[in-house]
Every structure is written in C-alpha cells, then in structure tokens.
C-alpha cells in the first residue's frame, strides 16, 4: 500500500530536524500529548535516552504500516555514540501531518571495546 500523499515528505522532514537539531520544526510536526510522551521517556540519571543522543549522523525510515487512521514509521537515528530506534506514529489532524506517538524500541550504544 502506498503512504497517503505528503505523509512521506513530512516524516523525512521530521527526522532531518531531529538530526540537525531544528527545534522550530520539530515542535510544528508533533502533537501536544506525543510531545508529554517523549519527555516522559527522559530519565533523570538513568540510562541514556533518544533525547540525549548526541551528534546524529544519519538516520533511517521503514514504513510500518496503518495503524486506524493513522500510520506508523520505524525511524533509526545513528551517532559515533549508537543508535535509537523509535515507532513514530503519524496522523493527519487538521489538514497536516503530525506526530501523535513516540514508542522507543531500542538504545543500542556502540560498543568502546
């Protein structure tokens, strides 16, 4: 099945803003209630998480698939540090696409040996 029209490009843009750090951009593609869920997943003193992988030299894109009314990406972000991989979901709300869920999958830090 093929993505519905624009949602490819959003979730292309989302992630390049991510990489490069555009916050302004990053803070137009997400929801208010996906926004509470991402800095939930931030410990205090924990583990590492997405939000604190630094540098991100590239990252991935795999299509899920629907999800209801919406659709879900697999987006894998890479650094010298690891990777995060996270199941981004997307749904038009409002005539845009936007970000409505943030479920990591998996912190895999490289290893120092």
């Known amino acids: 099945m093929a993505d519905p029209e624009g949602l490819r490009e959003a979730v292309e843009r989302n992630a390049q803003a991510v990489m490069t750090g555009n916050f302004n ?11 509470a869920q991402m800095m939930q997943m931030a410990p205090q003193g924990g583990p590492p998480s997405m939000a604190q992988l630094p540098s991100i030299t590239g990252y991935t894109i795999e299509p899920v698939g629907p999800d209801g009314d919406a659709f879900v990406y697999k987006v894998t ?20 696409w936007k970000i409505t869920a943030v479920n990591v999958i998996s912190l895999e830090r490289e290893s120092t040996e």
């Open 77 to 96: 972000f890479t650094s010298a540090e690891g990777r995060a991989t996270a199941a981004v979901t997307w749904k038009q709300i409002m005539g845009q």
């Open 25 to 35: 951009q990053l803070m137009a593609d997400i929801t208010p209630e996906a926004l």
